[in-house]
Nanobody, 117 residues
């Protein structure tokens, strides 16, 4: 059974930082592309950052220079370091895994990030 378990969300002031973690089980983690997506209230889910099995990364323009995605294949975990957070970063952040973009896709349950003073 595949599980993706996110943690690290919370309430933070503008300009602050958070680090999200996503622990995976039930997959050969090093073979899977991993990404973080977020969904703000009333908006569609959007891709925030992605990392391939080989470590190649990709970011949404809105987070470039502020967010860093990384992975630890020994720990089956992907991280999202978020710095200089802005109110528009508020939303539920979901971890996603796929093998070369093919079905099946796996999603975590999401973790809430709220940026507010």
């Amino acid at each position: 059974q595949v599980q993706l378990v996110e943690s690290g969300g919370g309430l933070v002031q503008p300009g602050g930082s958070l680090r999200l973690s996503c622990a995976a089980s039930g997959i050969t983690f090093s073979l899977y592309g991993m990404d973080w997506n977020r969904q703000a209230p009333g908006k569609q889910r959007e891709l925030v950052a992605a990392i391939s099995g080989g470590g190649r990364t990709n970011y949404a323009d809105s987070v470039k220079g502020r967010f860093t995605i990384s992975r630890d294949n020994a720990e089956n975990t992907v991280y999202l370091q978020m710095n200089n957070l802005k109110p528009e970063d508020t939303g539920v952040y979901y971890c996603h895994a796929s093998f070369m973009g093919r079905d099946p896709h796996y999603w975590g349950q999401g973790t809430q990030v709220t940026v507010s003073s």
